[in-house]
């Protein structure tokens, strides 16, 4: 995996966490609109559609440069729109860029051996 790619699957990585989390209190937040005088929808709203653009621009260039089967890349987006999705995607993004880690190391190592 190259310096880009890894990039690429980082940024998606980190901003899955916090997409996740701005999901998780818009919905919080669209109950207590309901139920109480609070209204706090239309910032989380924007803070949301923030980070869910973010998510899916980089989702975008991670998905054309690890070079993901369309199955693969369509598990991250549908995670995505998933109130926890972003928790997982977070979790198997950060497994896939351990093993590539390991792989490379491995790689290189075989060629000093050679």
Same mark, same amino acid.
């Given at each position: 995996?190259? +310096?880009?790619? @890894?990039? %690429?699957?980082? /940024?998606?990585?980190?901003?899955? #966490?916090?997409? =996740?989390?701005? *999901?998780? $209190?818009?919905?919080?937040?669209?109950?207590?609109?309901?139920?109480?005088?609070?209204?706090?929808?239309?910032?989380?709203?924007?803070?949301?559609?923030?980070?869910?653009?973010?998510?899916? +621009?980089?989702? @975008?260039? %991670?998905?054309? /440069?690890?070079?993901?089967?369309? #199955?693969?890349? =369509?598990?991250? *987006?549908? $995670?995505?729109?998933?109130?926890?999705?972003?928790?997982?995607?977070?979790?198997?993004?950060?497994?896939?860029?351990?093993?590539?880690?390991?792989?490379?190391?491995?790689?290189?190592?075989?060629?000093?051996? @050679?």
């Amino acid at each position: 995996m190259d +310096i880009k790619t @890894a990039a %690429a699957l980082r /940024r998606l990585r980190l901003v899955s #966490g916090p997409e =996740a989390i701005s *999901f998780l $209190l818009l919905l919080v937040c669209s109950v207590l609109k309901r139920t109480t005088d609070f209204n706090a929808v239309p910032v989380m709203g924007m803070v949301h559609g923030v980070l869910f653009v973010l998510y899916v +621009i980089f989702w @975008a260039d %991670a998905w054309n /440069r690890a070079k993901w089967p369309v #199955g693969t890349a =369509a598990l991250y *987006f549908v $995670l995505s729109v998933l109130p926890a999705g972003g928790f997982f995607a977070e979790r198997r993004l950060r497994r896939e860029s351990e093993d590539a880690v390991v792989a490379s190391r491995v790689r290189g190592e075989g060629a000093v051996k @050679a």
